[in-house]
């Protein structure tokens, strides 16, 4: 069975960081692009970052580009989320997603996980 398992979600302040890990198991996602996506509360799910399947490539809503980094480690079937300087319109829940580059980028990717919660307070 094929998991995305999200941690490190929380809250935190604004001007804060977080990390958020996504653990892959159930097959090896070293050939496909991951990455991140988020829905704070009324709003669609919107699509935050996203990583080749190399780590060359790296893709950043506009909104998190400068705060936010992106990277992953295959040995461990694993991507992770860098959150720097915090703002209250960050909250929402964070999902991780895996599948090709333009669908992940297109909002469309083959594998979702169950989301964590990251809270920031003004």
């Known amino acids: 069975q094929v998991q995305l398992v999200e941690s490190g979600g929380g809250l935190v302040q604004a001007g804060g960081s977080l990390r958020l890990s996504c653990a892959a198991s159930?097959?090896?996602?070293?050939?496909?692009?991951m990455g991140w996506f988020r829905q704070a509360p009324g709003k669609e799910r919107e699509f935050v970052s996203g990583?080749?399947?190399?780590?060359?490539?790296?893709n950043y809503a506009d909104s998190v580009k400068g705060r936010f980094t992106i990277s992953r480690d295959n040995t461990k079937n694993a991507v992770y989320l860098q959150m720097n300087a915090l703002k209250p319109e960050d909250t929402a829940v964070y999902y991780c997603?895996?599948?090709?580059?333009?669908?992940?980028?297109?909002?469309?990717?083959?594998?979702w996980g169950q989301g964590t919660q990251v809270t920031v307070s003004s």
């Open positions: 990583i080749s399947s190399s780590g060359i490539i790296t």
């Open positions: 159930g097959r090896t996602f070293s050939g496909d692009a």
């Open positions: 997603a895996a599948g090709s580059l333009s669908r992940l980028v297109g909002g469309r990717p083959d594998y």
